[in-house]
T-cell receptor, first 109, second 114 residues
Framework: EDQVTQSPEALRLQEGESSSLNCSYTVSGLRGLFWYRQDPGKGPEFLFTLYSAGEEKEKERLKATLTKKESFLHITAPKPEDSATYLC??????????FGAGTRLTVKP | NAGVTQTPKFQVLKTGQSMTLQCAQDMNHEYMSWYRQDPGMGLRLIHY?????ITDQGEVPNGYNVSRSTTEDFPLRLLSAAPSQTSVYFCASRWGQGSPGELFFGEGSRLTVL
């Protein structure tokens, strides 16, 4: 069965303190790996799609990377406005989408 | 540009009552889906549709019905609400089932069943 595990469950950083979020997955043929940001009381908002091992995507202070077993979301010099829950999801070749439970990031000023 | 619109945002039901969560999208997406989100768990797929007149079950379909009479609308019906259905429900859409692509989510509907 396809599985997605995100770690840590929660992460508290000081403003400017860089770190990484992990998404480990097992899937029967990866069609795409997705990162979303979710603010409290809102729906998830799309950040990145990665399709193959070695691929990287960047957006402002965020950079997503992909290997055959996991993906990392690197946050460089975070700001308080980066506080949110970050969700990882994998789409298999049968088009099923499986989500992880998310990492709740808090950035203190 | 409204995107995906869900109503209501909040609802309280008593056990055994029925209700419908509404979802509409204005992006002409073929694929629409309903997820539920519970603390400590990932989003779980309830039902999905790959086009008008076509629906299928997801991971947790029991207790829910869907229909898709138009491309734009995809309502979720709770037939006889149970406390286990207390959750936040999200409707999401994307272009087509046959291609990878990000989901566009609504703002969510928070349901409490007493």
């Amino acid at each position: 069965e396809d599985q997605v595990t995100q770690s840590p469950e929660a992460l508290r950083l000081q403003e400017g303190e860089s770190s990484s979020l992990n998404c480990s997955y097992t899937v029967s043929g990866l069609r795409g790996l997705f990162w979303y940001r979710q603010d409290p009381g809102k729906g998830p908002e799309f950040l990145f799609t990665l399709y193959s091992a070695g691929e990287e995507k960047e957006k402002e202070r965020l950079k997503a990377t992909l290997t055959k077993k996991e993906s990392f979301l690197h946050i460089t010099a975070p700001k308080p406005e980066d506080s949110a829950t970050y969700l990882c999801a994998v789409q298999a070749f049968n088009n099923d989408m499986r989500f992880g439970a998310g990492t709740r990031l808090t950035v203190k000023p | 540009n409204a995107g995906v619109t869900q109503t209501p945002k909040f609802q309280v039901l008593k056990t055994g009552q029925s209700m419908t969560l509404q979802c509409a999208q204005d992006m002409n997406h073929e694929y629409m889906s309903w997820y539920r989100q519970d603390p400590g768990m990932g989003l779980r797929l309830i039902h999905y549709s790959v086009g008008a007149g076509i629906t299928d079950q997801g991971e947790v379909p029991n207790g829910y019905n869907v229909s898709r009479s138009t491309t734009e609308d995809f309502p979720l019906r709770l037939l006889s609400a149970a406390p286990s259905q207390t959750s936040v429900y999200f409707c999401a859409s994307r272009w087509g089932q046959g291609s990878p692509g990000e989901l566009f989510f609504g703002e969510g509907s928070r349901l409490t069943v007493l």
